[in-house]
């Protein structure tokens, strides 16, 4: 009598903690995307927190955002992964018609795969001053029932148009539909002194970067090899203070940090002086026509040089 006490015992707690285990799961447990099923008949409780859309027998879909308890009939059950934009984020909304959504946080929104092909949560342009910018490139349609074309061909060049304008900050800017932030992609200048820190436009490692910053002094710390009247070579490293007054001119080029090596290089070639009078000639903003003249065509200026060290070339054994 004892051992069946002992065993109905045993028993009844097992199935009080499995009871207690399916509980706890219940309530803590989310279920997403990847829980799919087809249920002949039966029934499902969508917790509060949670959404699923259900196709019935005959293809029709319907989303159901909980809490709620539904019966099922011959129908496939799909759960729906949830996306959350902070403040400081926005949604990208892919309909599967084609259509492009632009949703500003803080927001949430179930990705149903009857409508939507995907859901992207990406971070906004946060400019921080007010020198701080972005070039935001916008395509919108540009009909006009007045103008007749004559072929298909202009019809379809003229029926949207492209404007572009710059945001300046301090703000954080959301893209709306049909709006692109412009990418720069510059290299890494060849001249760069190695082992050089200085956060700088020009001395990035050929990072893809959206915020240029106007006005602002940044430093470019570059390695010249200049060859003196006496036909000396001495290795200078200089620091060329400059910054960008003008991101329209930054925008005419795709990549501006070749020709700028190029302008240095050319400059430095011209080296006629002594090594007396070397220094003074390298801190002339004169010295260097051709790159103060590129400069400028891209929007940026020079505004300081320096020099943090000479050292004299090896000479071959």
């Known amino acids: ?80 992964d949830r996306y959350k934009a902070e403040p400081h984020q926005y949604l990208v909304v892919n309909y599967r018609s084609g259509k492009i959504s632009h949703v ?85 200048s060849r001249l760069l002194q190695k082992g050089s820190t200085i956060d700088s436009l020009l001395s990035q490692e050929g990072q893809t970067f959206h915020i240029i910053a106007v ?13 003196t009247a006496e036909s000396s070579k001495i290795n200078i490293n200089l620091a060329l203070s400059y910054k960008i007054d003008c991101v329209e001119k930054c925008l005419t080029v795709g990549n501006p940090i070749p020709a700028l090596d190029a302008a240095l290089l050319n400059d430095a070639t011209n080296c006629t002086k002594s090594e007396l009078n070397l220094m003074e000639w390298v801190l002339k903003e004169s010295t260097y026509p051709t790159l103060c003249q590129t400069m400028a065509s891209f929007g940026f200026q020079l505004t300081k040089i320096q020099v943090l060290g000479v050292s004299y070339a090896k000479k071959p054994r």
Not at 111 to 134: Q, R, W, Y
Not at 147 to 157: A, I
Not at 215 to 227: E, F, G, H, P, R
Request: contains cysteine; aromatic residues 10%; hydrophobic residues 30%.
């Open 1 to 80: 009598l004892k051992q069946k006490i002992n065993s109905c015992c045993r028993r009844s707690f097992s199935s009080a903690s499995q009871i207690d285990t399916l509980t706890i799961n219940m309530g803590v447990t989310f279920r997403s995307g990847h829980y799919v099923r087809f249920v002949r008949i039966g029934g499902r409780t969508i917790k509060d927190g949670e959404a699923a859309v259900i196709w019935d027998r005959k293809g029709r879909a319907n989303q159901i955002i909980g809490p709620r308890r539904v019966n099922l009939f011959f129908s496939t059950i799909r759960f729906l």
């Open 104 to 188: 500003p946080g803080p927001v949430s929104q179930y990705m149903n795969p009857a409508n939507h092909d995907s859901i992207e949560v990406k971070d906004g342009f946060k400019l921080e001053t007010k020198d701080d910018c972005i070039v935001v490139f916008s395509s919108k349609s540009n009909h006009n029932n007045e103008e007749q074309h004559d072929t298909e061909e202009s019809s379809k060049e003229q029926r949207y148009a492209s404007q572009r304008r710059i945001v300046h900050g301090p703000t954080i800017f959301f893209p709306s539909e049909g709006e692109t932030v412009h990418a720069f992609q510059w290299t890494t």
């Open 215 to 227: 006005n602002k002094m940044s430093l470019w710390n570059c390695q010249l090899a200049v060859s």
